[in-house]
C-alpha cells in the first residue's frame, strides 16, 4: 500500500516541511549534495515553467513573481552572465551551491497602445476595480440633461421654466439656515405658549423644559389623557354582593398579605396598585371561591410585576412564598385566565403619577411624599375608596399629608395641579382620617411604614388622628371596619 506524504502547502509553520521524514520531495539542501551524473535527466524531464504543461490551469501564480537573480551565474571574470533554466552541474558553478529554479516570467515591455482594444468591463467594487473616472463637467452635464428629461405622462416644459426653477432652488439653497439653539427653543415653547394658566397659578413646567426626561411640553396633555382613562379601570364597587364565599374581610386580609409579598421582593409602589386593580376588576366579572382567592392574588401580583418592573421575579418565587400551596402550571394557567377575562387591558393610571404629578407643586417635599404614599396605600385595605379615581385619591392624601405636617393652604397651584378643590376632596379626606383612627387591623400594611425607610408615617398619622378625629365628626373610634361594613 503507498505511503501517503503530507501536502507541504498545507503546513502553517515552515519548519515543519523538514520534519516529514516520509515526503520524498526533493530539497534544495538535497540537490546540492547530490553529483551531477545523479542528476542526469532525460532532456524532457527538466522544463521551463512556460514549457511544461500546467498540472492545474486554474491555478494563478501569485502576486509577486520570483523576481531574484538566482538564474545568473558569476561566471570566471567575476562578471554576471545569464545562465539556462533549470538545474547546472558542479562544474559550472565549483564556488558554491546552486539552487534549482524555474526561468522567471517577464512582463512584455510597454508599447503602444491598442486602440481598437476594448477596455475590460469592471463591475466590482473595492480597490482596483474603479472604472473609467468622467471628468466634472460631463457628470454635471449628464445630472443637468436627466433632470430635464420630463417624466412620462408629465408635460413638456420650456426651457425659460426650467431655468427658473433652477434659479429658485439654488436660492433656497444659498439663504443661511437659523441656529440650532433658536429652533429649539422655538419648538420647546410652541406648546406651553399656547396653554393659559389661571389666574394665581405658577407655570411649574417650563422650569424642566431643558430637561426632556420630563417632556415639559406636554406634561399637560398627559395628565389629561390619565384622568379620562381612569374611568374605564374602575372596578365595580359592589362586586361582594354576587360573591358567595367571599366577604370584604377576606379581601383586606390578601391584600395585606400581597403588600407583605411586595415588600419582601422590594418591588416598585406602582406594582402593588396594579396588582391590587387586578385583583378588583377580576373579581367583579368572575365568581372565585374562596380556596382559590389567594391564587388570584399571587397571579395578579405575578402579572403586574411583569408589567411594570424591570427585572420581574421568577415565578418559583411567587409559587414559593405561596407555601408552594400552587404550582407553576396552576400560576401560569390563572395568568393567562385572568388576561383574557380582562381583555389584557392593563392600561391602569397608577395613582402614583399623580401623586408625583402633585408632589411637583409641593416642591418635592419628601416628608410630604411618603406620608401621602402611605395614606394613598390605605385605599387598597379599605373597599370604602373603590368608588373613588386614583387621582381623587392621590389628592385627598397629599392633603392630609400637608395638613397633618402643617405645610401651609391648600392654594391656587395645588389645586390646579391636583385637579381637585378643597371641597371636592373632602370624602376622601375624611375616609381617610376614619381609618387612622379605627384600631389597627392591618398589621403588614402598618408595619411596613412604621420603618425609618418610610419616616415612621403609620406612627405619626396615627397618633395625629387621635387627637383630632372628633373635629371631623369621628366620635366612635372603637369600631373596626368590619363593624362598619
Aim: proline residues 6%; neutral net charge.
Amino acid at each position: 500500500m503507498p505511503v501517503r506524504t503530507r501536502n507541504p502547502r498545507s503546513l502553517t509553520n515552515e519548519n515543519d516541511e523538514n520534519s516529514n521524514t516520509a515526503s520524498t520531495r526533493l530539497t534544495r539542501a538535497k540537490a546540492a549534495t547530490l553529483n551531477v551524473d545523479e542528476l542526469s535527466m532525460p532532456a524532457k524531464g527538466l522544463l521551463s515553467k512556460r514549457a511544461a504543461p500546467a498540472a492545474n490551469p486554474t491555478r494563478k501564480r501569485a502576486a509577486l513573481g520570483d523576481l531574484s537573480n538566482v538564474t545568473k551565474v558569476e561566471g570566471t571574470d567575476g562578471k554576471k552572465v545569464a545562465g539556462k533554466a533549470g538545474m547546472v552541474s558542479k562544474a559550472a558553478q565549483p564556488s558554491g551551491i546552486q539552487k534549482r529554479t524555474t526561468a522567471t516570467t517577464r512582463a512584455a515591455p510597454l508599447g503602444a497602445k491598442d486602440l481598437n482594444k476594448k477596455a475590460p468591463d469592471r463591475k466590482g467594487s473595492g480597490s482596483g476595480s474603479l472604472g473609467p473616472v468622467k471628468r466634472k463637467k460631463d457628470s454635471i452635464t449628464n445630472a443637468d440633461a436627466k433632470e430635464n428629461v420630463p417624466e412620462e405622462g408629465e408635460p413638456v416644459r420650456k426651457k425659460t421654466q426650467i431655468v427658473e426653477e433652477k434659479k429658485a432652488r439654488t436660492s433656497s439653497k444659498a439663504a443661511p439656515a437659523p441656529p440650532v439653539e433658536e429652533v429649539i427653543v422655538e419648538e420647546a415653547a410652541a406648546p406651553t405658549a399656547d396653554h393659559v394658566y389661571p389666574p394665581g397659578v405658577q407655570d411649574l413646567d417650563s422650569e424642566d423644559l431643558d430637561d426632556p426626561l420630563m417632556v415639559a411640553e406636554y406634561a399637560t396633555e398627559i395628565f389629561d389623557y390619565l384622568r379620562d382613562l381612569e374611568v374605564k379601570s374602575v372596578p365595580n364597587p359592589s362586586y361582594m354582593d354576587h360573591q358567595d364565599d367571599l366577604e370584604w374581610k377576606t379581601r383586606g386580609i390578601l391584600i395585606d398579605w400581597l403588600i407583605e409579598v411586595h415588600t419582601r421582593f422590594h418591588l416598585l409602589p406602582e406594582t402593588l396598585f396594579l396588582a391590587v386593580n387586578i385583583i378588583d376588576r377580576f373579581l367583579s366579572e368572575k365568581v372565585v371561591q374562596l380556596d382559590r382567592l389567594q391564587l388570584v392574588g399571587i397571579t395578579a401580583m405575578f402579572i403586574a410585576s411583569k408589567y411594570e418592573e424591570v427585572l420581574s421575579p421568577h415565578i418559583a418565587n411567587f409559587r414559593h412564598v405561596a407555601d408552594d400551596g400552587f404550582s407553576e402550571q396552576e400560576i401560569l394557567s390563572a395568568e393567562r385566565f385572568i388576561l383574557s377575562t380582562l381583555n389584557y387591558d392593563l392600561s391602569y393610571p397608577n395613582p402614583m403619577n399623580f401623586l408625583r404629578r402633585i408632589s411637583k407643586a409641593d416642591n418635592y417635599d419628601i416628608q410630604s411624599r411618603t406620608i401621602g404614599k402611605y395614606l394613598m396605600e390605605i385605599s387598597l385595605l379599605d373597599h370604602r375608596f373603590m368608588t373613588y379615581r386614583p387621582s381623587h385619591v392621590a389628592a385627598g392624601a397629599m392633603y392630609l399629608s400637608r395638613l397633618i405636617l402643617d405645610r401651609g393652604e391648600w392654594d391656587e397651584t395645588l389645586e390646579y395641579y391636583a385637579g381637585y378643590s378643597e371641597e371636592e376632596i373632602e370624602p376622601v379626606f375624611l375616609l381617610m382620617v376614619d381609618y387612622l383612627a379605627r384600631p389597627m387591623v392591618h398589621d403588614a400594611f402598618v408595619k411596613k411604614y412604621a420603618s425609618k425607610k418610610f419616616l415612621k408615617a403609620s406612627i405619626i398619622t396615627r397618633q395625629w388622628a387621635k387627637k383630632n378625629a372628633h373635629h371631623y365628626g369621628i366620635v366612635d373610634t372603637d369600631l373596626s371596619l368590619d363593624q362598619i361594613s
